[in-house]
């Protein structure tokens, strides 16, 4: 029997889950340019999308591939705001600038490495644990800031991530910082053993583990890799804005899962790709800007990542059981 | 080395071989207070198909789970080619070619045939502790031939697992079992779930096994299934072997006498 094209298409979508949100970014791009006159793709306008990007795409990135190893950080919105704040307060303590990130990263791969142990060990639901941990790291970054957001010194150099770079000046430095940890998580994903053990522990934890895949110890890389790029991210923004305030990434959490499944990842595991979890956080940019460029009232903005992530679901489930159901292997 | 100190090591690979290629002695196990296995005794031999059955909670399950490391025996022993052998984890039995397949699938379903074929044990091209790029060329070459092996032809090894038949996708893992060189097959009802025209190729994938040299351990809640495929029936009941005889020698009607 040939395939039919109808076969083709789901076989396709199986296979790259992230093409559809991939095609609702083009047609939300091609709409806002319509609608704002040009303005939307002006280099003005993609400089503000583009340079916000790095920042709250890391956080998808990191959750994308958590969440295709079968588990979950709600804390990542929390982490974003006390890596760069542990970050600011050394520098300001006098200690220079690498080892400040540094000292930063690793807080946040302590945070990560909790979310992971309790979840391992006590066998709860990591939506609880890191629901938790979401208090507990926002109030440490509240009570170490002693309540008031301190000022980073002018003369830190932190254009290495900052800086405008580019044809025009279209790119801020984190982009390429950003582009690089994208290109290496996609290509652990797809071309290294980890990425394979990875999917396993979140397609089939009973089969990964039988299979001699060391599932515990994937999990918690994982949770660590995420806790890390959301302290990254934040570490970036918060040399962009100079001031490392204790309420940033809040809310960011839920954005990220919002972008994980806006670009096919499941939330069963073992379903997702870091590129589709950079098209979610693209698309959340791009709602947000296009929104305000098509002088629509900003305050939709929420109403419109809403209603896509549980289109989105909804379509991504619809489609795989739709798939599953048409026999797409005929015995040769 | 000398001759003297050579003809000792000969004649005990004779031994090895001789040996049969699981030999269980006396295996008990308490759950939580529940004496699951009363002292059971069992011989695989090379190339072998043993057929498992007996109702639920006879000990069967406890039984296979003990071989494949998945638990450890409280008492009792396990030798693997006449050496006593001591099996902590999965990793550890398939170290010694012993190798599980469930009724619940041991596949990932939205993995590819190759990746399937190769998690946990994946070729890499470069690698820097344990970690690294697989080999995938290599990866996409073998699995087709591993499964173009047991009779099973597929597209391509791009598929994903999720994709295929339950039938297939059993035929997909023992592939797996076959390519590395496993010497014993262990089924945990691996037809539950499956049509009848599935059933049948699972079955035949099952009766292949000693053409490969490979030893099988079905469980099966089938009676009809297990003379089909297997080479010797052993039941069990309460916890106890309660029923050993080759298929040749035994017949439906005897067996149902006996329960």
């Given amino acids: ?332 | 080395m000398t001759e003297a100190s050579a003809s000792p090591d000969a004649s005990a690979d004779a031994a090895a071989v001789a040996a049969p290629i699981v030999e269980c002695r006396h295996l008990h196990k308490w759950y939580a207070g529940v004496h699951a296995l009363k002292g059971v005794s069992l011989t695989i031999k090379r190339g072998e198909v043993v057929g498992l059955v007996g109702d639920n909670g006879a000990g069967k399950s406890t039984l296979i789970k003990i071989i494949s490391g998945v638990h450890p025996p409280d008492r009792g022993e396990i030798l693997v080619d006449g050496k006593r052998v001591d099996i902590r984890t999965p990793k550890q039995a398939m170290n010694l070619g012993i190798e599980t397949i469930y009724q619940t699938n041991s596949m990932v379903p939205m993995m590819s045939i190759a990746r399937n074929l190769f998690i946990g044990r994946e070729p890499l091209a470069v690698s820097i502790f344990g970690f690294g790029l697989m080999d995938q060329a290599h990866m996409r070459r073998e699995s087709v031939k591993a499964i173009a092996n047991v009779d099973l032809h597929l597209r391509s090894p791009d598929a994903l697992v999720g994709e295929l038949s339950g039938g297939q996708q059993q035929g997909v893992a023992i592939a797996r079992a076959i390519h590395f060189k496993s010497r014993v097959l262990i089924l945990d009802e691996p037809t539950n779930h499956l049509s009848v025209k599935e059933t049948a190729r699972v079955l035949g994938f099952v009766r292949g096994l000693p053409a490969q040299g490979v030893a099988g351990i079905l469980i099966s809640h089938n009676l009809h299934h297990v003379i089909e495929a297997c080479d010797r029936i052993v039941a069990m009941a309460r916890g106890e072997i309660v029923f050993d005889k080759p298929v040749g020698e035994t017949s439906i009607e005897e067996f149902q006498e006996y329960f």
């Fill in chain 1, 1 to 332: 029997m040939r395939a039919s094209p109808l076969r083709n298409l789901f076989r396709i979508y199986l296979e790259k889950p992230e093409l559809a949100g991939a095609a609702l970014l083009c047609i939300l791009t091609a709409v806002f340019e319509a609608r704002s006159n040009g303005a939307f793709l002006s280099p003005d306008n993609l400089r503000g999308i583009l340079g916000l990007l790095p920042e709250v795409g890391l956080v998808s990135v990191g959750v994308t591939i958590l969440m295709i190893c079968g588990e979950f950080d709600l804390s990542v919105g929390s982490t974003f705001a006390l890596a760069p704040m542990a970050t600011s307060l050394t520098i300001i303590a006098g200690v220079p600038l690498v080892p400040a990130i540094v000292i930063g990263l690793v807080i946040a791969a302590v945070i990560g490495f909790v979310n992971g142990f309790i979840t391992l060990t006590f066998a709860i639901p990591s939506f609880i644990t890191t629901l938790g941990m979401l208090f507990i790291v926002r109030s440490l970054t509240v009570v170490i800031s002693g309540g008031f957001p301190p000022l980073l010194p002018d003369d830190l150099a932190t254009g290495v991530f900052t800086q405008y770079v580019g044809p025009g000046g279209l790119l801020r430095a984190s982009f390429l910082w950003f582009l690089g940890v994208s290109i290496a998580a996609s290509a652990i994903m797809t071309l290294c053993n980890l990425g394979n053990w990875i999917r396993a522990t979140g397609g089939n934890l009973e089969a990964a583990a039988t299979m001699g895949v060391p599932a515990r110890r994937v999990k918690l890389f994982c949770f660590i890799l995420c806790s890390m790029l959301a302290g990254f991210g934040g570490i970036i923004q918060v040399f962009r804005l100079q001031s490392p305030l204790p309420s940033i990434g809040d809310g960011l959490e839920l954005q990220a899962v919002a972008a994980a499944v806006m670009g096919g990842t499941a939330l069963t595991g073992g379903i997702g790709t870091v590129l589709g979890g950079i098209v979610g956080a693209l698309l959340i940019r791009i709602i947000d800007n296009g929104l305000v460029m098509s002088q629509v009232d900003a305050n939709w903005f929420k109403f419109a990542v809403g209603a896509l992530t549980i289109l989105a679901v909804i379509g991504n489930s619809w489609l795989r059981r739709t798939a599953r159901s048409i026999k797409l292997e005929s015995p040769a």
